[in-house]
């Protein structure tokens, strides 16, 4: 049995990349908009000024963590898997917030702001999915105690890139479609 209680180390990024999905992707802006419904208002905790550093600041965070070195930290540090996650998911609420609480009063820099994030969500996948070796193997090292074969991370690693590549774009591509039909009806409903 490996350490963590984790027996198989097979699927240790691709779970890893899954948590983060779910959370940044799925989690973040259900609340924003559960948030927003159940106060029958705009909520009050972004600005239109705030998207862009948002956007910027949860994809700086995204790749810093995602970088071989601060991933292995992460497992060293006592709590900072947990920092990780907590910082991850707290981004992707303000970033939601700033999208969601704003559409409609700075349309044009919550579609741009999708579409930057979504793109660079789809590079990290395209490299965790197409590196030729395995990025994490320090990191693997040390979550289960001892190496783990790269055999064993390359295709772990590639499934959790494709994951990145088939669910965070679909999100925010989904965003801004929902986002730019209302901009049309709006649009037309003024024209009428």
């Known amino acids: ?50 998207i862009m550093p948002a956007a910027t600041i949860q994809m700086a965070l995204l790749w810093a963590w995602h970088l071989p070195g601060p991933m292995a930290s992460a497992f060293t540090t006592p709590g900072g898997e947990a ?52 990025l994490y193997a320090r990191a693997a090292e040390i979550r289960f105690g001892s190496p783990v074969p790269a055999e064993v991370l390359l295709p772990d690693q590639q499934l959790a890139g494709l994951l990145m590549l088939v669910a965070c774009p679909l999100v925010y591509v989904a965003a801004g479609v929902f986002m730019a039909a209302r901009w049309l009806h709006d649009i037309e409903k003024r024209a009428a």
Do not use: Q, Y
């Not at 240790?12 to 106060?39: G, Q, S, Y």
């Not at 609480?101 to 490299?127: D, P, V």
């Open 83 to 134: 920092l990780m996650h907590v910082s991850l998911f707290a981004a992707a609420m303000w970033f939601w917030a700033s999208i969601i609480n704003e559409a409609e009063a700075a349309r044009l820099r919550s579609l741009i702001a999708l579409a930057f994030t979504g793109k660079l969500f789809c590079l990290l996948g395209a490299l965790l999915t197409f590196a030729p070796r395995a």
């Open 1 to 50: 049995m490996c350490s963590k209680g984790m027996v198989d180390p097979a699927g240790f990024l691709t779970h890893h990349m899954a948590t983060h999905i779910v959370a940044m992707n799925v989690v973040a802006p259900l609340v924003i908009l559960t948030w927003r419904w159940a106060a029958r208002s705009r909520p009050g905790i972004a600005s239109p000024r705030s």
